[in-house]
């Protein structure tokens, strides 16, 4: 079995609690609250920023420089077609952005940044591939039941887009790579880094699903 598909196996309890979780059932159907897609639109866009900080910190310690170039390829495009996706959005509901990451979002950004920063370059890539993954396939399996106009469908487009679906593959196709040239210990210090990056995606949705705020 390759070492990706490991990683995939490891978190599918995640996963299916999040095809599961009423945020993205709810977004198929077209139902979503306004105000819970606005809450995770404002907090998605602090997200965004960060994530795109995580990669191009990441190019830095990359082994091989076509890595480093497809790291730093997706900092800039990514977060262009994600700024593209939100002001769509933004403007369309009057959304103002906010700078107060909730805590959700603050644990995952800061858990991104920290990790790419600090850590050894598998562990960060480990960290940042379940963004990619989780999103693509996600996008699918909501595509496949979304309702006719359904409001929320430009999101759901992004994520099955062909562009999107290559920059997925290459990333796996980086992670396999790295983690066979990786030792036994580094490789399960990416599973876990893996699973502990897929459970963060769970709690952001659900964050937004209960508009979760700090509270005081």
């Known amino acids: 079995m390759r070492f990706t598909e490991q990683l995939w196996q490891s978190v599918q309890p995640v996963y299916h609690s999040i ?4 945020f993205n059932v709810e ?3 077209g139902t979503l609250a306004l105000e819970k897609f606005k809450y995770y639109l404002e907090q998605d866009d602090l997200y965004i920023k960060a994530y795109a900080r995580s990669l191009a910190s990441l190019a830095a310690k990359a082994p091989r420089s076509d890595i480093a170039q497809d790291l730093l390829t997706y900092a800039k495009d990514g977060i262009l077609v994600e700024q593209q996706l939100h002001e769509h959005y933004f403007s369309k509901y ?3 952005p906010t700078q107060q990451a909730q805590p959700a979002c603050f644990a995952y950004k800061h858990f ?16 940042l591939l379940p963004c990619f993954w989780i999103y693509r396939e996600v996008g699918a ?3 496949k039941s979304s309702v006719r106009n359904n409001p929320f469908q430009q999101w759901i487009d992004t994520y099955i887009d062909s562009e999107y679906d290559a920059i997925v593959d290459r990333m796996i196709e980086i992670t396999e790579a ?7 210990q580094y490789r399960a210090l990416m599973q876990t880094t893996f699973i502990q990056s897929t459970r963060l995606e769970f709690a952001f949705w659900d964050a937004a699903y209960r508009m979760i705020r700090w509270p005081i």
């Open 112 to 127: 991104l940044l920290s990790t790419t920063v600090i850590e050894a370059f598998e562990i960060g890539l480990a960290a």
């Open 178 to 184: 790295v983690a066979i040239e990786s030792s036994e």
């Open 27 to 29: 977004l198929a159907a």
């Open 19 to 22: 095809l599961r979780h009423p």
């Open 94 to 96: 009057e959304i103002t």
């Open 141 to 143: 399996h909501i595509a």
